[in-house]
Each structure stands twice: as structure tokens, then as C-alpha cells.
């Protein structure tokens, strides 16, 4: 993302492919954050804690999927090293 990229943007300033996927992600019990630079791209992150990885690692694993206006864009699990550093985990 853009430096200029600003977090905390709610449902209604996403591009409405992005709407769906929230609606999905909260009826599924998962979590998102949406970020903008200035309404005119839009960044979507969902995801939801992995205990069986998390606790196969004894740290917290998150499965997340990273999604543009036009859709999916990634996937990836990533998790938490002991100096606080979010780190992408080799799946």
C-alpha cells in the first residue's frame, strides 16, 4: 500500500465487489480492515486466527486474504516471532 493509504474505512466507502466480501467475512465470524488513498483505491484484508497452526507454532498464526476492487488479489498465513515481528510463513 501507498504511504498516503489511510486505515479505519467502513463499509459503505468500499468499491461494492469489496461490500460482498465483507458481508461473507462477518456472517463467517471473520474479521476485516479496509484501507483508501483518498476513494480511489481500496485495500481489503480479512482474516481469522488459525488455532491448530497457532498452536502447532505455541504463537499466534493468522490466515489472511488481501483483496483489491476488482477481487482477490493473495492469500498467506502469517504469524508472530518473539521480537513482536509479523512474519509470512512457509506454507
Not at 500500500?1 to 462477518?26: F, Q, Y
Not at 491448530?52 to 488481501?66: G, K, T
Not at 483489491?68 to 521480537?83: A, D, F, K
Amino acid at each position: 500500500m501507498p504511504e498516503e493509504a489511510r486505515g479505519g474505512e467502513d463499509e459503505g466507502t468500499l468499491a461494492p465487489e469489496l461490500r460482498k466480501v465483507v458481508g461473507a467475512a462477518t456472517g463467517s465470524g471473520r474479521s476485516w480492515c479496509a484501507y483508501t488513498d483518498a476513494g480511489y483505491h481500496n485495500w481489503l484484508f480479512v482474516g481469522q486466527m488459525s488455532l491448530p497452526l497457532s498452536r502447532e507454532r505455541s504463537s499466534p498464526v493468522v490466515q489472511l486474504e488481501n483483496y483489491r476492487e476488482h477481487g482477490l488479489r493473495e492469500t498467506g498465513t502469517w504469524g508472530i516471532n518473539r521480537q513482536a515481528k509479523w512474519y509470512r510463513c512457509v506454507e
